[in-house]
């Protein structure tokens, strides 16, 4: 039988992502509406271990919706990793009366909660990361708000792109992933869509694309390049070489995870995070909470884990044909 659930915990972990805090606002909210306490650790695994824990009430995640990053902080911990430090994470739990944490973060972030739940703490993951790389749910938080943001971005720099007559290498981010670069790609209107799972480092096609291109009076060529490949810089000084044309390269970088959530990131964050607080009260351990075919639903940390996810051959194909 299920352990009674008293207190829960929630953190943040790995990359912060826009929405997260609207994720934290609806586990301490639902669970305080479900009868726990909630309490908030900081710094995610590094926190936890420097027992970094405050209560949390419904008031004290007033007037954080809106806002970008995490009210909780995050942080990558390398001690984690080690059965030593899951083992202290758990007794550190245990002191202050924590039976069960919500861990808001990516791939990486879910190894930890696993690891913690085999040390016997009740653990719930909830898909935080831009990178949109989470195999089990077709949305994960934070993805939504960087799109926007890299796009209007985009947007900006092929009208000084055009107004130069220049070729624009614009790097996003993702980590191994291209969703970003994809979904950016087909919505700017890109020429090239450079993606970590389909590209073939054959630079002579893009040349030659952007030759083409120019004798067919374009006068911008916008590539978006995934920095999964990366090398934007000396990409963008072998095209200039062999074209002619003037080619620079800008490199989005963090702008991509702050800013203000949208609207679909905090909403998904709401019913995520309240899903997992959920979960959580009921006693539930091991398990991420996904979406997927317009349902919110949970899985198996192992599973999911185990699940891989690649981009959509026709959504790529489609990207490809509407860029020439
Ligand atoms: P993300 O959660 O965004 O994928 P990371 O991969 O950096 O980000 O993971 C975040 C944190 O999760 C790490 O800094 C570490 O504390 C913890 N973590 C990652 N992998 C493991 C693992 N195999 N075992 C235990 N903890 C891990
Ligand atoms: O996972 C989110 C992400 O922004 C990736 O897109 C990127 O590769 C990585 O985090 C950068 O991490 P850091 O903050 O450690 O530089």
């Keep these: 039988m299920a352990r009674e659930i008293k207190t829960i915990g929630v953190l943040t972990s790995g990359g912060d992502a826009p929405g997260m805090n ?17 309490k908030g650790i900081k710094k995610g695994y590094q926190g936890l271990l420097n027992e970094e824990i405050i209560d949390l ?71 935080g990361t831009i990178d949109l790389d989470i195999a089990c749910t077709e949305y994960t938080i934070g ?4 799109i926007n943001t890299a796009m209007d ?66 006068t911008h060529h916008i590539i978006i390049n995934a920095e999964g490949i990366g090398h934007s810089t000396s990409m963008a000084r072998r095209i200039e070489a062999a074209t002619g044309i003037e080619t620079r390269a800008t490199i989005l970088g963090y702008m991509q995870r702050g800013g203000n959530p949208t609207c679909k990131d905090r909403f998904y964050a709401s019913i995520m995070g309240a899903y997992a607080a959920d979960i959580l009260c009921e006693g539930k351990t091991n398990r991420v909470v996904g979406y997927q075919h317009g349902e919110f639903l949970d899985f198996d ?24």
């Design 22 to 38: 609207a994720a934290i606002r609806a586990v301490v909210r639902k669970g305080i509406a479900n009868g726990v306490k909630v």
């Design 57 to 127: 009430e419904k008031k004290d995640v007033s007037d954080t919706i809106q806002r970008g990053g995490t009210i909780l902080g995050t942080a990558r911990c390398s001690e984690f990793r080690t059965l030593e430090g899951q083992q202290a994470g758990a007794e550190i739990c245990k002191k202050h009366g924590i039976d069960g944490i919500v861990v808001i973060g990516g791939d990486g972030s879910y190894k930890g909660a696993q690891a913690l739940s085999k040390q016997g703490i009740n653990t719930i993951g909830v898909p």
């Design 143 to 146: 993805f939504d708000t960087a």
């Design 153 to 218: 971005a985009i947007d900006k720099v092929r009208d000084t792109s055009s107004s130069h007559e220049r070729c624009s290498i614009i790097e996003v981010m993702g980590r191994d992933a291209g969703y970003i670069a994809l979904w950016c790609g087909v919505a700017n209107g890109a020429e090239d869509i450079l993606i970590p799972e389909k590209y073939d480092y054959n630079e002579q096609n893009i040349i030659n694309n952007i030759i083409n291109n120019r004798k067919r009076g374009k």
């Design 301 to 324: 940390i192992d599973e999911a884990l185990a699940m891989k996810k690649d981009i959509s051959e026709y959504q790529y194909e489609v990207s490809r044909i509407l860029s020439m």
